[in-house]
């Protein structure tokens, strides 16, 4: 079981940034592919960002360019940094996790851990 527990959400105004942590417990962090998702309201959970355990990352066409998703596997946590916020970008955005065995990972389905969930609210 991996529990994981994100943080680093809050209010900024458009063209900000902010910085996304991630913590897991375990001793296989280094094991998992961990990745971000986020859902504004009314709308589905979308795919944001991924980092292997080789630390190959993908993104969304999205955030492309705006956002760098890092791990730190000594610290057992992963980073998403959001730059050039645009109020499109507000959600509830959600850590997880899941195996390296998945070569496709943009679908929620194949997530097998998830954090409780940090807002972030970009305001124009």
């Known amino acids: 079981q991996v529990q994981l527990v994100d943080s680093g959400g809050g209010l900024v105004q458009a063209g900000g940034s902010l910085r996304l942590s991630c913590v897991a417990s375990?001793?296989?962090?280094?094991?998992?592919?961990m990745g971000w998702f986020r859902q504004a309201p009314g709308k589905e959970r979308e795919f944001v960002a991924a980092?292997?355990?080789?630390?190959?990352?993908e993104y969304a066409d999205s955030v492309k360019g705006r956002f760098t998703i890092s791990r730190d596997n000594a610290k057992n946590t992963a980073y998403l940094q959001l730059d050039s916020l645009k109020s499109e970008d507000t959600a509830l955005y959600y850590c997880?996790?899941?195996?390296?065995?998945?070569?496709?990972?943009?679908?929620?389905?194949?997530?097998?851990?998830w954090g409780q969930g940090t807002q972030v609210t970009v305001s124009s």
């Open positions: 375990g001793r296989t962090f280094d094991t998992y592919t």
């Open positions: 997880a996790a899941t195996s390296d065995f998945y070569s496709v990972v943009r679908s929620s389905t194949v997530w097998l851990y």
């Open positions: 980092i292997r355990k080789n630390s190959v990352t």
